[in-house]
């Protein structure tokens, strides 16, 4: 992987009071085309690779195979989940799968998901440990050490029509605090009907953590811990959901706390992104009952404990940093 100098990149005063009222913030034509054209090439790798990787899923596939009579006993060979267990658990629920509207003349696409995409795609890596986000999300935290803590690619290729039930990200997390934020980087258009992310503004302070879902049904994960989500999709309005269109260049940043979910896809272009999370790195390891498993889990760690460098990086402030820029940025901090 090649490396280079970090350097210092903030927000202006209206980004960051935005994300810390709403709990997201669209940052407008932040990655240049060059950039743009970096995380295309990793997406690439990462889909040569996709079938290979232990996080693997073609979330469709196994939608599909969950609201069948009898579950599917191949988990794609991923380790992250038994699908066969998953399967039999959402029909029990009969809770129904999120599914929107196709498009006359545009045939059914997949969903794919993949997790841990920078330690097989140098430049993803080389971008998330050592371009702008890791001091971005110092500025937004107010924190003076920041970790990466890991990455998705999600996929919803034209008329992958599932939808992504509204969740926290950090009930999906091992960690013992929310202090972190999610940047979410489009490589394609996203506009209505074609998988926008749509947030509640507000949410991250609702003081509340809530259970982890599957995604594609609201159906919490078989033993997770927290409260139940309250059931957004019956009801957007009331809660003032908050769908944003993107372009290629423009990035999406949320907290760990804030309340979002996904349209399908039901356009007839695919829509690419990857989700880079960032955290406080004064938060330790904490195993959360139900939170799909993480590479940690093959190692012998325990509640309480620092975060492994070699899956979680320390990747800022820059080793060479001594001009009084952290000290400013700890004074802010999102409630």
Not at 164 to 180: C, E, I, K
Not at 234 to 242: F, K, M, T
Not at 282 to 295: F, I, N, S, T, W
Not at 310 to 330: E, I, M, S, T
Request: charged residues 25%.
């Amino acid at each position: 992987m090649q490396t280079k100098k970090a350097v210092i990149n903030t927000l202006n005063d209206e980004y960051r009071s935005t994300f810390e009222e709403m709990g997201f913030v669209k940052l407008k034509g932040l990655l240049s085309q060059e950039e743009v054209s970096i995380l295309r090439a990793a997406m690439g790798l990462a889909l040569e690779t996709f079938n290979q990787s232990p996080n693997s899923y073609n979330v469709t596939a196994a939608a599909d195979s969950f609201w069948k009579e009898e579950a599917a006993n191949d988990d794609q060979g991923s380790s992250q989940h038994d699908l066969a267990t998953l399967g039999t658990a959402v029909r029990n629920s009969r809770l129904p799968r999120l599914i929107d509207e196709p498009t006359d003349g545009v045939p059914r696409g997949n969903f794919l998901l993949d997790t841990g995409i920078w330690r097989r795609a140098p430049q993803l890596a080389t971008f998330a440990l050592f371009g702008k986000l890791p001091s971005l999300t110092a500025d937004l935290l107010g924190a003076s050490r920041i970790r990466y803590y890991d990455d998705q690619m999600f996929i919803k290729e034209a008329g992958a029509i599932d939808r992504v039930a509204f969740h926290q990200d950090v009930p999906y997390f091992h960690l013992d605090g929310a202090s972190g934020c999610v940047f979410w980087i489009p490589l394609d258009s996203v506009k209505a009907g074609g998988g926008r992310i749509g947030y509640i503004p507000g949410s991250h302070r609702w003081k509340q953590t809530f259970k982890p879902n599957i995604f594609v049904s609201e159906m919490p994960f078989p033993g997770a811990e927290g409260i139940d989500m309250p059931r957004i999709e019956a009801d957007p309005e009331s809660y003032n959901v908050q769908y944003v269109d993107a372009e290629p260049g423009d990035v999406l940043v949320h907290h760990f706390l804030t309340v979002h979910g996904s349209e399908g896809n039901s356009r007839g272009a695919r829509r690419r992104a990857f989700s880079l999370r960032y955290c406080d790195a004064e938060l330790r390891y904490r195993h959360r009952v139900g939170a799909p498993a993480q590479p940690l889990h093959k190692q012998d760690v325990k509640d309480g404990d620092v975060l492994d460098d070699r899956f979680h990086p320390l990747v800022w402030p820059p080793a060479n940093d001594n001009d009084g820029h952290l000290a400013a940025l700890a004074r802010r901090r999102v409630a």
